[in-house]
């Protein structure tokens, strides 16, 4: 069964642009829950989808946003980067049942770059 | 507010004996606890998971024990193999928001010594 899958692993961007990224769940998995890793700052949860509805959001900016389509894919969009959104964006795939035997599986990542 | 919190940045343990790896947290609201571990350059792989109702869970080299009264859980890892040295992260969840949204961690850097 193929893992979660990020795309691209690497992006460089100037401060004011916008970047989207992009995230495939393993199959059969709904939902679809974005995370931030910076040194400083360690893991955050961004937001969460499931079934293309965001069911759970951190604590971040109106600048950062995503979306799930119709087949678990989602994407997550930061616009006017500013060079603190340098990280690590970790997308995490899951069955979406409340906890129980639902751990999270994550992809490698996606390495922001804002100069 | 640090709700979850791994105070030793890094470990170091000799091949063969036990390592243990502690998480405090301070919400009592959390019911979930989780440990990720993490290789560079790629993302957190999933170890081993706890529910508030248990003290202790069990899968193969790797136990988990959670004390509710003080806030702790620990991951003990027996026999500890160099395969085992990367950055280990103790995540948390409220029950109502399931593990889909995961408070973690700063981690800690375990390093097997052959």
């Known amino acids: 069964k193929a893992g979660v899958t990020q795309t691209p692993r690497y992006l460089i961007k100037t401060r004011g642009q916008q970047v989207t990224l992009s995230c495939s769940p393993i199959?059969?998995?709904?939902?679809v829950s974005w995370y931030q890793q910076t040194p400083g700052q360690g893991l955050q949860f961004l937001f969460e989808y499931f079934s293309e509805t965001q069911r759970n959001k951190g604590n971040f900016p109106g600048r950062f946003s995503g979306r799930q389509f119709s087949n678990s894919r989602s994407e997550m969009n930061v616009s006017t980067l500013e060079l603190g959104d340098s990280a690590l964006y970790l997308c995490?795939?899951?069955?979406?049942?409340?906890?129980?035997?639902?751990?999270?599986?994550f992809g490698n990542g996606t390495r922001l770059t804002v100069t | 507010d640090q709700q979850v919190k791994q105070n030793s940045p890094s470990l170091s343990v000799q091949e063969g004996r036990i390592s243990i790896l502690n998480c405090d947290y301070t919400?009592?609201?959390?019911?979930?606890f989780l440990w990720y571990k993490k290789y560079p350059a790629e993302g957190p792989t999933f170890l081993i998971s706890?529910?508030?109702?248990?003290d202790k869970n069990e899968d193969g080299r790797f136990t988990v024990f959670l004390n509710k009264s003080a806030k702790h859980l620990s991951l003990h890892i027996v026999p500890s193999q160099p395969g085992d040295s990367a950055v280990y992260f103790c995540a948390a969840a409220r029950g109502n928001q399931g593990a889909q949204k995961l408070v973690f961690g700063q981690g800690t850097r375990l390093t097997i010594n052959p």
């Open positions: 199959s059969g998995h709904r939902s």
């Open positions: 919400n009592s609201m959390f019911d979930y």
């Open positions: 995490a795939s899951s069955l979406g049942v409340p906890y129980l035997n639902s751990p999270l599986h």
């Open positions: 706890i529910s508030s109702i248990k």
